[in-house]
């Protein structure tokens, strides 16, 4: 979600580094915020249980609160509703997926209010699957949520690179995002099939692909 349909960023910056760092740094461990940036798309509790050692749990309670207390702050990505709508009106199951916790997860979902609205039919995250990505364990979830047995009818849609080697290792259709924190040289490393600006193009894009 953050990066891709949700816009992280307060006051310039976005919220997941910056919850990282501080968390971190809290606990006098110093990672370079090139590598934190490199683990956007991860299950959170993965990457500080490898990079914070013995402090790992102390760091990753500090890295949820922050997250938590500035929830009311995260707002939608520019275009993502409208993107939602003109799926769901072509009768698209849409489900949002992400590396937060169930506890940030959830109420994040509620806040934005997109299944309530009816722009979503669900939401996944990899603590319910117990995989972080690269592994394809929340998109074959969702696929077999709604009887999906076709790989070549999905769309991976996402802002980092362990996003689209999810979506490349579950065989779907991967489309890379700009909205996010890694720059197009790292996503086209990861392999997407396509690459748009942000989640506003996607109609327009399946539409000439025929996919929609």
């Known amino acids: 979600m953050a990066g891709t349909t949700v816009d992280d960023r307060i006051n310039g ?29 991860r299950d959170k509790r993965t990457v500080i249980s490898e990079l914070g050692g013995d402090k790992a749990d102390d ?20 275009g993502a509703p409208e993107t ?8 698209v199951s ?24 009816g722009l979503v039919d669900s939401w996944i995250c990899s603590e319910l699957v117990g995989a972080s990505r690269p592994d394809p364990a929340m998109i074959l979830d969702s696929m077999k ?23 490349r290792n579950a065989s779907v259709y991967t489309i890379a995002v700009l909205t ?6 790292q996503l086209d490393g990861s392999g997407p099939d396509m690459i748009l600006r942000s989640v506003k193009e996607i109609p327009d894009h399946l539409e000439k692909k025929r996919m929609l």
């Open 145 to 167: 949520r709604y009887k999906v047995d076709d790989p070549g009818i999905v769309i991976k849609v996402d802002d980092t690179m362990k996003g689209i080697e999810e979506g």
């Open 94 to 117: 849409v489900v949002v997926s992400t590396g937060f916790p169930v506890d940030v997860a959830e109420p994040l979902v509620d806040h934005l209010g997109w299944i309530s609205d």
């Open 84 to 91: 939602f709508r003109k799926l769901k009106s072509k009768e």
């Open 13 to 41: 910056l976005p919220l997941v580094l910056k919850s990282y760092n501080d968390a971190f740094r809290n606990h006098e461990v110093e990672v370079p915020m090139m590598v934190l940036n490199a683990q956007r798309g």
């Open 59 to 78: 760091i990753y309670t500090d890295f949820v609160s922050s997250l938590k207390e500035n929830i009311s702050k995260i707002r939608e990505m520019e």
């Open 180 to 185: 996010g924190t890694q720059s197009i040289q």
